[in-house]
């Protein structure tokens, strides 16, 4: 099997967790080994985690911008725990991206240390450095509302041929208009809104299936989020958080019959607390009732992790985006997208989207 060759757009904490976790995995080795734990798969569809090669990052960082890509993801404000702090030197550089509207004007009231702060350096010219790094695929860790910037390298990928992997809450996988693009082109594309391992989002989906297939009636609930990161920090711009809502909402509705009225659903991040650095606590609350009437009710506080949990993910995700590359299949990867993302543009239970991934990685259905 080839290498798998990666470019990063924002090489923040996700970016971070996915890069130490691949080189941990590399030096571990061998899919027996009980160290290899904490993934789905070791070998997907013959990929292993250490044929996944990163040869190209766009940032707009100083502290990250014309850094190797190894030293630039342990880089302020990225806070992420360390999975493994002696990875290897890598020669790829990080280069300047375009601003667009991926940074927001409120981080200014905020240290330095905890904020974007953006480089003055030009812009590098992203068609050629996708082209000259070869890369196969594109993982965009863009912060939430950027929607300019995202459509910006959504447009690259369609112009050098390069998969995408859109692991941010603005609808390109998801969205009629770019998914017909990346089908006419045929390039694999995989989104939105990555859907972390064992996250809010997948405990909130499994919980509400539960309580319907157990013929609860479902009342209210709520998922409030709190963490500590940029991510965090970026979500305390309310105008930026529209299709945030949307995705995390729809990923919990979509698992009803009957959706709740949205007075009776709420959703979203709700605070950011900087102790807590890139350990994200989830707060989520079930109201309904069971037999005879009688309520139920139940709560629930998830501590995690929330950049290692994405990366679990997207190592999967990278490889599946190869896969259909090797098969010459383009356009929406609607298994790997209902598996891994959390708006994808068709939603399925996690059961059927999971074995759907699987019968997609045996070549049994296409897409
Ligand atoms: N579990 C998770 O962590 C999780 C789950 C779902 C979705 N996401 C999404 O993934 C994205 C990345 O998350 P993160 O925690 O790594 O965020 P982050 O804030 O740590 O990183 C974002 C990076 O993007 C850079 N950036 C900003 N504008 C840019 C531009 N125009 N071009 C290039 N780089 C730019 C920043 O400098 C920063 O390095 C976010 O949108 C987040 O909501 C994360």
Redesign the pocket.
Known sequence: MGKIRVAV????????SLIQGVSHYRTLGNENTEKSLGLMHYSLGGYRPDDIEFVAA????KR?VGKHISEAIFSD??CTKTISGNIEKSPVVVSM???????SAHMQDYPENRR?AVARTRPCDVLKVLRESRSDILLN????G?DK?TA??ADACLNTGVSLIN???VFIASDKGWARKFQKKRIPVIGD????QI?ATIIHRMLTKLFEDRGIKFDNTYQLNVGG???F???LNRHRLKS?KISKTEAVQSQLHIPLNNEHIHIGPSDYIPWLK?N?VCFLRMEGRGFGNIPINLELRLSVE??P??AGVVIDAIRCCKIARDRRVGGVLISPSAYFM?HPLIQFPDETARDMVEDFIKGNIER
């Open positions: 757009a924002g090489v923040g904490n996700c970016a971070s766009f940032d707009i960082d990250k404000p990225n991206g375009k601003v667009l509207d991926g940074v974007f860790y863009l912060p939430v950027s910037a910006f390298y692991c941010v809450p809104d990555v859907k972390s996250g990161n940029t991510d920090l970026n979500m945030k890139d994200k929330d950049s949990n994405s959390k």
